[in-house]
């Protein structure tokens, strides 16, 4: 503990300070699987900022290290998005129940590759926990590092609130990851122009022709979760079949949400690929609810659940696992619902009625396993990238 | 001059010496210094050049792209003989590719292709007509790239050609202005053009809406070729227009009027004379247009939508998926293909900068009277001033507006919300204020490196010979793949490297960015410098080292006066490049607070409404003028 507390305050230190290049100890990022044996703390370079308390003395007892600074590597809409985003709350928030802890966010442009990519180069990882992990993203970092683990097992005997966690919202079957929150992918449309369209199949009618906006699998997360709904609706050997008819009725694909979501808002087509909490957000700008109506195509959506990991070899674990039994009481449940515009991932979230006037929740729920995608989700979006570029 | 002399740090002594061009009288105290300098100074600068284009570009693309050819730890062509016989990627080539020898069914395939040609008999406005049936051909991703990087180079040529014409031979108020202006939107970042091209071309964007007015119908170019194309001349036709419109002030007006003495008519003239003494410049800005269109992104990416992918953007898309060796292994290919042309470039370069220096200042007047505006050609003047505001003004206009309005309505509220923002956001909330400040610093940076960078190895690759192959690795920071120096930078530079020991040397943070901006903007700096150097006749430069200035000295105080407009011009475009960079920015500061203009755009972009993207991107737009009007008007004082 006080080897890593050291590191903990020199690391950044010597980023912090040192303008163009600097050398950074290997042992600082907790590569080493947290054993601790391997590096003598007098051999760091770099100083301690305060140079108060880093090198206190060893204990045997299990007391939890409450002091220091957790960091959260996210994606950046989690923190810093120009509408909301439930990062400054929760940061006011846990530290001021925990007044010696400091949360650090870091949201790195390239997300999680960021960290699938150092521990593959054996470079070190600066962060305590990444939070906004779904299944296929898992299955990106086991697919890549088979024989070393980023993210440790997660002891939820240690978290409180656990127990509250809705059990289908579980998707890592080695136990690292916890859902804070879900999300349903459903369409998004203006029912100035078009009509709810009801089921797949009607999107590649005429009547819809040159009216939906998608986002590409290959980069992201919503259009990712849609291609999987469609696969698996139409299954592995129709689905492509069914995109065909898709592309063939002028569908528009961008790079991401935010993309599509932007030229939807500009009018440039009447239905989006979004999720089905639209109107919650529409409602707190006082949006006409015309161009916020939600369809659910064959009555389903598909569930994309949000979790969250600790690092191997974290360098703060115990306040890591405080922040995440945080995040999942009720309070900050509620207000993650609001501010990220998601549901919640316990049952006993504390919501406004307004949410839940707001928040709609298809009849029949998709999605996925670990185990059904594992293997295979590489493959199908390869195949559609492909599909979608040669038509 | 003075001033100059003071700064460079060499005292009153110095101003003497480069008042006697080159007599060296120094004082004792400072002579061993200066003479250091005056004989390593050049080297000196050679080498940290070296040094900083080896660092933050050759090691990161070599880390990358090596990939490509070592698996293992074993040499292998694989993976890019994968790439190559992929009809993916190079389409009805693969075949080819993959099985040279089988000539017998090569042909058969072309045969077959040209027995497939059809004429088919239809109707035409009613009346019959007969129509080619051209059979498809599989391009592949590399067809498509080239495709596209033609139809834009088509397209910038033929907006561009026009407005050197104008320029180059009429006079009228603000000429000057615009000459300088021109080449202003081919340093705007990508996403402030994107944001422009969304409120100008989107299906509710300013040109609908005027069409509305006249009664028109709609036009839908976005997410289309077509609006990427556009999108590429607002890019690249400045470009033809800068490099013609040099060439065609160049031209020597007596050799127009001896072929009309000799009973050339002005066309006939025109053809034979004026033509062949453009077209190396014409064909110098077509193939440099041709390469930055080959390597396209981020234009493509954000206002093509997925189905439109250059190799670039699946090199982007490869890496997304982590799929490395595959992305290496394309990267290469197009590599390969984008050095051949600059080297091409480099050539064509070289002769048209060898043309003759003939100087005109008789231009006629654009508007002589009011009644002159009705004869044809200045009718098609007009026109084309029409075309020009629709695509260049238009854009950046409708941005402005789009900062200003809401559903239709004038407001504040986006300016209202950068400033909230910039009042009461989280320290690691992306805030307006420290993007512009973040990026003048930068730009500074940038500037006091790029500029001797760039002006040493304009020096030093025309002095050599077989310098033009050195120029071709000096200039491959243009031509090398975006995403390949991005990736390389992250696993170069900001994972490490490892060293003996427990150590990795680490390299980010503002120095390594502002190093990053100097490598892309030093190549702009050569281009403007260089071909002006290669002008000076070299007796001046001999003489000078023969009265005994070193080749500090005589680059110094005969050189560098002479080409003052080619380093201006480059410190205006090192200064542009380093504020619209994004993608080392990003990469390098590590989610620090060392965000710049168009990174924060890019975040305001995230809000489900162009406003505040649209506010922030329009205070891009003025900070990135003022810093060009300022390092015109600084400049301008040095030059003759």
Redesign the interface.
Same mark, same amino acid.
């Given at each position: 503990m006080d080897r890593r507390t050291f590191l903990k305050t020199a690391g950044p230190t010597t980023l912090a300070a040192t303008l163009a290049g600097c050398l950074v100890s290997d042992g600082g990022d907790g590569g080493d699987g947290g054993d601790g044996t391997d590096g003598d703390p007098t051999d760091e370079p770099g100083t301690t900022e305060g140079g108060t308390d880093t090198q206190g003395t060893p204990t045997a007892t299990p007391e939890p290290d409450l002091e220091g600074t957790l960091t959260v590597a996210t994606y950046s809409a989690f923190v810093d998005a120009p509408s909301s985003s439930p990062g400054p709350w929760l940061k006011d928030e846990f530290e001021s129940q925990y007044p010696d802890a400091t949360v650090e966010y870091v949201t790195p442009e390239n997300g999680l590759n960021q960290y699938v990519q150092r521990r593959k180069q054996g470079a070190g990882i600066d962060a305590d926990v990444y939070v906004g992990l779904n299944t296929s993203q898992l299955i990106t970092v086991d697919e890549n590092l088979p024989d070393s683990r980023l993210f440790a097992d997660l002891d939820r005997g240690r978290l409180e609130n656990a127990g509250a966690v809705k059990s289908e919202l579980e998707v890592d079957p080695r136990g690292r990851a916890i859902p804070y929150d879900t999300g349903y992918i459903s369409l998004v449309y203006d029912e100035s122009v078009v009509s709810n369209p009801e089921t797949f199949e009607a999107l590649t009618t005429s009547e819809y022709a040159g009216t939906l906006l998608a986002q590409n699998a290959q980069t992201s997360d919503t259009g990712r979760a849609f291609l999987l709904w469609t696969i698996h609706e139409f299954g592995e050997d129709g689905y492509l079949d069914y995109w065909r008819n898709l592309l063939d009725n002028d569908v528009r694909i961008l790079e991401n949400w935010d993309a599509a979501y932007g030229a939807y808002g500009e009018g440039e087509r009447p239905m989006v690929v979004s999720y089905s909490t639209d109107q919650v957000f529409a409602n707190r700008y006082d949006q006409d609810m015309t161009r916020h109506q939600v369809s659910f195509p064959n009555d389903q959506g598909y569930a994309n659940p949000e979790t969250m990991a600790v690092f191997e070899g974290a360098d703060e674990p115990d306040l890591a696992y405080r922040f995440f039994d945080f995040l999942l009481s009720p309070t900050a449940q509620g207000e993650i619902a609001e501010r990220n515009v998601q549901f919640p991932a316990t049952d006993n979230a504390e919501l406004s009625a307004e949410y839940d006037r707001y928040a709609k929740v298809p009849p029949e729920p998709v999605t996925f396993s670990y185990e059904q995608l594992q293997g295979n989700v590489e493959g199908w979006i390869d195949d559609w990238g492909r599909e979608v570029v040669s038509r | 001059m003075t001033e100059r002399g003071s700064a460079a740090g060499g005292g009153d002594r110095s101003d003497e010496a480069e008042d006697t061009g080159g007599d060296r009288r120094v004082s004792a105290v400072l002579a061993p210094l200066w003479t250091a300098l005056d004989r390593w100074g050049l080297a000196a600068t050679a080498g940290l050049t070296a040094l900083i284009v080896g660092v933050v570009f050759y090691f990161p693309v070599v880390l990358v792209l090596r990939r490509a050819v070592v698996a293992g730890g074993r040499v292998t062509v694989a993976p890019v003989a994968a790439v190559l016989t992929d009809p &993916?990627y190079v389409g009805v080539l693969a075949d080819v590719l993959g099985n040279p020898l089988a000539v017998g069914r090569h042909l058969g395939a072309v045969v077959g292709f040209l027995t497939e040609f059809r004429l088919r008999l239809g109707t035409y406005h009613g009346l019959p007509w007969l129509y080619l049936v051209v059979p498809g051909v599989r391009t592949g +991703?590399f067809g498509f790239t080239a495709y596209q990087a033609l139809l834009s180079t088509v397209l910038s040529v033929a907006v561009g050609l026009p407005g050197a014409y104008v320029l180059s031979n009429y006079e009228f108020r603000g000429r000057r202005f615009l000459r300088s202006v021109t080449i202003l939107p081919f340093v705007l970042p990508a996403v402030m053009v994107a944001i422009g091209f %969304?409120a100008m071309f989107? $299906? *509710?964007g300013t040109l609908n809406d005027a069409l509305g007015l006249l009664g028109l119908g709609d036009v839908n170019l #976005?997410?289309t070729l077509k609006i990427v194309v556009i999108a590429h001349a607002f890019y690249n036709a400045p470009l033809i227009v800068r490099v013609t419109t040099a060439a065609w002030e160049t031209v020597d007006r007596r050799t127009v009027e001896t072929a009309r003495s000799l009973g050339a008519g002005p066309r006939r003239a025109f053809l034979d004379v004026v033509v062949p003494q453009l077209l190396p410049a014409i064909l110098t800005g077509a193939l440099l247009t041709f390469i930055f269109t080959f390597l396209t992104f981020p234009i493509v #990416?954000?206002l093509g939508? $997925?189905?439109? $992918?250059t190799v670039e953007v699946?090199v %982007? !898309?490869r890496i997304?998926? #982590?799929a490395y060796q595959e992305a290496a292994a394309l990267a290469v290919v197009e590599t390969v293909l984008s050095l051949g042309l600059t080297l091409l470039y480099l050539r064509y370069e070289r002769r048209a900068a060898s043309l003759g220096t003939g100087s005109v200042e008789d231009r006629d007047p654009l508007v002589p009277s009011l009644r002159s505006l009705v004869t044809p050609q200045r009718l098609a003047i007009v026109g084309y001033g029409a075309l020009v505001v629709v695509l260049f003004v238009g854009p950046l206009a409708s941005m402005i507006l789009a900062s200003v309005t809401n559903e239709g309505t004038l407001t504040l509220r986006w300016y209202r919300?950068l400033l909230e !923002?910039q009042v009461e956001g =989280?320290s &690691? *909330?992306?805030k307006p204020l420290p993007a512009v400040r973040n990026s003048l610093l930068f730009a500074g940076a940038t500037l006091v490196v790029a500029v001797p960078m760039g002006v040493v190895v304009a020096v030093t690759t025309r002095r050599w010979r077989g310098g033009h192959l050195l120029e071709t690795l000096a200039m491959a920071p243009l031509s090398v793949s975006g995403i390949i120096v991005g990736i390389g930078l /992250?696993?170069g530079l900001? &994972?490490?490297v490892? +060293?003996p020991g @427990?150590? !990795?040397?680490? /390299?980010?943070? @503002?120095? =390594?960015i502002a190093a990053a901006h100097a490598v892309a903007a030093y190549p702009f700096v050569v281009r403007s410098v260089g071909p002006l150097l290669s002008r000076i006749d070299r007796a001046t430069v001999e003489s000078a080292r023969a009265l005994g200035a070193s080749r500090a000295r005589t680059l110094l105080d005969v050189e560098l006066p002479l080409v003052a407009s080619g380093v201006v011009a480059g410190a205006a475009f090192a200064v542009a490049i380093s504020i619209g960079e994004f993608d080392s920015t990003?990469?390098l500061a590590?989610?620090?607070t060392t965000y710049t203009m168009p990174v924060a755009v890019e !975040?305001? #972009? =995230?809000?489900?409404? /162009?406003g @505040?993207a649209s506010a922030m991107g329009t205070i891009m737009l003025a900070v990135t003028a003022a810093a060009f009007v300022v390092v015109d008007r600084v400049g301008g004082r040095f030059e003759r």
């Open positions: - | &993916f +991703l %969304y989107g $299906a *509710q #976005l997410f #990416l954000m939508g $997925a189905r439109l $992918a699946w %982007y !898309r997304r998926e #982590l919300v !923002r =989280a &690691f *909330q992306t /992250l696993e900001v &994972f490490g490892d +060293l @427990p150590y !990795r040397l680490v /390299l980010t943070g @503002p120095v =390594a990003v990469i590590e989610g620090g !975040r305001y #972009l =995230a809000s489900r409404t /162009l @505040p």
